[in-house]
């Protein structure tokens, strides 16, 4: 009898964990991410034996560059997650169909701006990361435009929890770029082919995304049931949190191709792209917990224990990663990277606790802006000036530029633990004084 308890109890809580939409989102998403983030990450490891240290140098910083530049993208992808979720949770799919309209219609517009202006700077560009042609930022700035609107339609999908369809993009996204990128670097363009491969993988994605999101262009539109107060008080909190993020995320890359030799910056390069294994898997699990929390705290029902599980998993995963890195780097870099690379082994171990620390700090944070308390904003603010700083006056070597980042992320980190031990107990006292009153 014990024994058949036993067994009905294990069925009841692997039923009770795969109907969680945690686990499941977490995973479609992680089978994406997982699929897709490994054949990028063939495509930087294929990048860097087919280029070579130097050219792949120029490659990973361009491509830390568009990072950069699509922050504004990724501040408004953060915002329409937000809003979609809490119309989702409010049952207003009419709604959805028009913010998803006119944001189309808006970004096209300002989008076009963008692209003008940094054609402008292409030459001082140019200049700061030593290359000697335009055409590759050329590339990269028609990727840019691209891939604004394949990271829209990617935020309604996200907002309406439909990540099976973004996991399916993902991966194809990643194929194409892949090999096209293969094939046309083969044929001799160097980083031209390999930014080609990029730019029409986007193409690609920005009709797949576009399919499963018909359904809101043929209901007939009504009034947009959002306050514009409401949605530009929650933007710039968000927009200084992107550019915070994407700044520790890539900045260094930039300042390490500026600072360093062309040969120590690939060295970096390939360091960063191994390290950022770690943000590209926890990174699932947060774009999941961002709109379940969004909708259950705009429904007023219980979040924390969503967050508290996420953290769990994200920890699990930066400890199992980053234990990899410490004990076996050297087999790591030789064959990923090949021999060319193994002067940078010494770095990966390290490399993998800075991007740990950030991705618990962008679960973090995400949560909090979920919750709709932004001033915490301000720490990340402060983390992404530290960084500029102490890089630009500490940049002799390596080892140099990236302690500066690991100190400063887990100072971060704690900063943001301890902002929510403060307020998880000021929360269960007034919740407690609510309940003496009420008696």
């Not at 576009?210 to 530009?232: A, D, M, T, V, Y």
């Not at 060319?340 to 990966?348: D, G, I, K, M």
Request: glycine share 6%.
């Amino acid at each position: 009898m014990d024994f058949a308890k036993r067994i009905r109890s294990i069925k009841d809580l692997c039923h009770r964990f795969f109907k969680s939409k945690l686990i499941t989102g977490s995973l479609l998403l992680g089978i994406g991410a997982v699929v897709g983030g490994a054949i990028t990450y063939l495509y930087h490891l294929l990048m860097g034996r087919m280029l070579g240290p130097v050219d792949y140098g120029i490659l990973a910083s361009l491509i830390s560059l568009s990072y950069l530049l699509s922050i504004p993208v990724a501040t408004l992808n953060l915002v329409i997650v937000r809003f979609v979720s809490f119309l989702k949770g409010k049952r207003q799919t009419k709604s959805i169909g028009l913010l998803l309209r006119l944001t189309n219609q808006k970004v096209f517009f300002y989008g076009l701006l963008f692209l003008l202006l940094f054609l402008i700077l292409t030459p001082f560009i140019n200049s700061f990361l030593h290359l000697n042609s335009p055409v590759p930022f050329i590339i990269l700035l028609i990727f840019f435009f691209v891939s604004i609107f394949s990271s829209i339609n990617r935020s309604f999908l996200q907002g309406l929890m439909r990540f099976g369809y973004i996991s399916f993009a993902m991966i194809i996204e990643a194929l194409l770029k892949l090999g096209l990128a293969f094939l046309l670097v083969f044929f001799g363009l160097k980083v031209r082919g390999a930014l080609l491969g990029i730019l029409i993988a986007t193409i690609a994605a920005y009709f797949i995304t576009l399919l499963p999101l018909r359904f809101l262009f043929r209901s007939k539109f009504s009034k947009l049931n959002l306050k514009s107060k409401e949605i530009l008080s929650f933007t710039l909190p968000v927009f200084l949190s992107t550019l915070a993020f994407t700044s520790l995320f890539t900045t260094d890359v930039i300042l390490a191709r500026h600072f360093l030799t062309e040969q120590q910056a690939g060295f970096y390069a390939a360091l960063s792209t191994l390290g950022k294994i770690i943000f590209f898997v926890t990174n699932p699990i947060i774009s999941v917990v961002f709109p379940m929390v969004s909708e259950r705290y705009a429904n007023k029902t219980g979040y924390r224990n969503l967050f508290l599980a996420s953290f769990g998993l994200i920890t699990l995963a930066c400890v199992l990663i980053t234990s990899v890195y410490f004990f076996l780097p050297s087999l790591m870099i030789r064959l990923l990277y090949g021999i060319a690379f193994l002067p940078a082994t010494a770095y990966l171990g390290i490399f993998g606790v800075f991007l740990s620390l950030y991705s618990l700090s962008h679960l973090l944070v995400n949560f909090y802006l979920s919750i709709k308390r932004t001033k915490v904003v301000s720490l990340v603010m402060v983390a992404a000036v530290l960084q500029i700083v102490f890089i630009s006056i500490f940049h002799q070597n390596l080892a140099q530029i990236i302690w500066i980042s690991v100190l400063i992320t887990a100072l971060l980190t704690f900063s943001l633990l301890l902002y929510y031990l403060v307020n998880y107990v000021k929360d269960k006292k007034a919740v407690a004084f609510r309940h003496r009153s009420c008696l």
